[in-house]
């Protein structure tokens, strides 16, 4: 038998299961992709039984697939935010999961933030009052779906993000807990006193006997129901996907940091245990607890990554797919000063500028695809670097390297481009699933699979390092005009005076 882990990657576009052995090596993955659902403009909703049927679907085929494992222990990470209230007795959701990326409570978020609530939130919770996090979503459940409140307040609702709601399932309703890296991402957990905030949860009108209780990130919290997996797998890890990724790249000591360059791109740096307050525009968050310790991280979120290299394939065309991004920036010496600032969605950290939209500057006669597509590409190069200098203004440390993950880590040329722009070595490592690994090793490390962190640090292994090759003039200089670019796209939605 090989002994191993399952870790249940439950994302926003699919569920995904993974079997990992000790070397941190994936013995085979199972994936399922999940429905979208845009009810109305800035609406996002998912089924929570279709989330929950293609986890038990792929963690099922996991296991079918390699009877040789002896599986001690399984983790969980997933899609942060997202809130899901469902019936204590039954398990039956009431209403859909709302999606992070869900807007509906703007209003909401701008009512509070007159009331004076901005800073409380920041100072408490470490996060921008905003509609992104669950508080606001769960606010609107009770107080805008007919009956909801009633029943809440007769003990019979229960609310969870997306690992609580996996968790009460995968236990047949036997547990009703999350972890501080999801708890700190509601937006009504104080992160400082790691407990529910009371004040908060006034404000937003949320009885407390609806929130889950908060258990460390690496511990066995529960057993899989048998009727479900087999057999009674001890739950054993949980993470937000972000905070997992940070694990699964070891960034286990301060100023450790890694990249995740997804459809959207996430940069997380360790800042020890205690929580660093941002004062340019990044969260401070939980990244994890273990062994009755916490750590923290600071927290920089770029819109869009990948979604650019989306746009030069089904917007504009210029590329059959996502790999030709690469041959085709390779096919001129540079961008000629063309520069694309892809703010589609507005900026994120660490401007937060809702009225930015996307801008091309620096266009010529010669400008062509190429040059559009080498400039979208170091445009996430950018972006990155934007949020490297708050890291660095907030933490005063800059990050020896950047770890890196996602699907855009199979271009080289961006990372190549990172590590000139940004100044600092870029490190892609051999196992590429750093999200599931994170929550393997976290339920790893609460059953004794691996001894301790530095047993898992040793594990992480180099696949490629990027070291800077362009003198920091130049770079510096392509900095400036990258953010001379910025200039031109922040602010152009806003409405007219
Ligand atoms: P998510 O988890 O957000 O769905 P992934 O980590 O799977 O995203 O990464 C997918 C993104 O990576 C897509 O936006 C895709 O355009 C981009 N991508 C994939 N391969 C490449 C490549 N070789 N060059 C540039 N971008 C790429």
Avoid at 27 to 42: D, W
Avoid at 111 to 120: F, I, K, Q, S, Y
Avoid at 172 to 178: D, E, F, L, N, S
Avoid at 314 to 323: E, Q, R, S, V
């Amino acid at each position: 038998m090989t002994p191993a882990i399952l870790a249940l990657d439950q994302g926003t576009t699919s569920s995904r299961a993974i079997l990992f052995d000790h070397d941190g090596r994936p013995l085979g993955t199972r994936g399922r992709p999940l429905t979208q659902h845009y009810p109305q403009p800035g609406w996002v909703e998912h089924d929570p039984d279709e989330i929950w049927a293609g986890q038990l679907e792929t963690a099922r085929a996991a296991l079918a697939a390699r009877p040789d494992a002896d599986v001690l222990a399984l983790g969980v990470t997933n899609q942060r935010e997202t809130t899901l209230l469902w019936e204590r007795a039954t398990g039956r959701p009431v209403y859909p999961a709302i999606v992070w990326q869900d807007r509906r409570t703007a209003g909401h978020c701008e009512r509070l933030r007159a009331d004076g609530w901005e800073t409380p939130v920041r100072e408490r919770t470490g996060l921008l009052l905003d509609p992104y996090f669950s508080g606001t979503k769960l606010a609107w459940l009770l107080d805008h779906v007919d009956g909801l409140r009633a029943r809440a307040e007769r003990g019979e609702l229960t609310f969870g993000t997306v690992d609580t709601f996996l968790l009460w399932r995968l236990t047949g309703g036997r547990v009703h807990v999350t972890d501080p890296s999801n708890a700190s991402r509601t937006m009504l957990f104080n992160i400082h006193r790691l407990d529910w905030d009371d004040d908060i949860l006034h404000a937003l009108a949320i009885p407390r006997a609806l929130l889950p209780e908060v258990r460390p990130s690496s511990a066995v919290v529960g057993h899989a129901d048998p009727a479900l997996l087999g057999r009674a797998i001890p739950i054993a890890g949980v993470a937000g996907d972000q905070q997992a990724a940070a694990f699964g790249q070891a960034c286990f000591t301060p100023g450790m940091a890694k990249q995740t360059y997804g459809t959207g791109g996430f940069l997380l740096m360790n800042v020890g245990d205690r929580p660093r307050p941002s004062r340019h525009g990044l969260l401070s968050t939980v990244a994890w607890s273990l062994d009755g310790r916490v750590s923290y991280a600071l927290e920089g979120a770029i819109f869009v990554a990948g979604a650019a290299i989306q746009w030069l394939r089904d917007g504009l065309g210029i590329i059959a797919d996502a790999a030709e991004s690469e041959r085709l920036a390779r096919a001129v010496d540079s961008t000629g000063g063309v520069y694309l600032v892809p703010a589609f969605a507005g900026l994120g950290a660490p401007y937060w500028d809702p009225y930015a939209r996307g801008t091309i500057v620096g266009l010529t006669r010669g400008s062509g695809r190429a040059e559009i597509a080498r400039a979208a590409l170091e445009a996430v190069a950018f972006q990155t670097r934007d949020v490297l200098e708050a890291v660095r203004a907030d933490a005063g440390v800059d990050p020896a390297a950047l770890r890196v993950d996602g699907g855009m880590v199979a271009n080289d040329f961006l990372l190549q481009f990172q590590a000139d722009v940004a100044g600092c070595p870029v490190e892609r490592p051999a196992v590429a699933e750093t999200t599931a690994l994170g929550a393997a090793y976290l339920a790893g490390l609460a059953v004794g699979f691996w001894a301790d962190q530095q047993e898992v640090a040793r594990g992480w292994r180099l696949e490629r390092r990027f070291e800077p090759r362009m003198p920091a003039e130049e770079a510096a200089r392509r900095y400036r005009e990258w953010q001379r670019a910025v200039e031109r796209a922040r602010g152009w939605a806003a409405p007219e005076a």
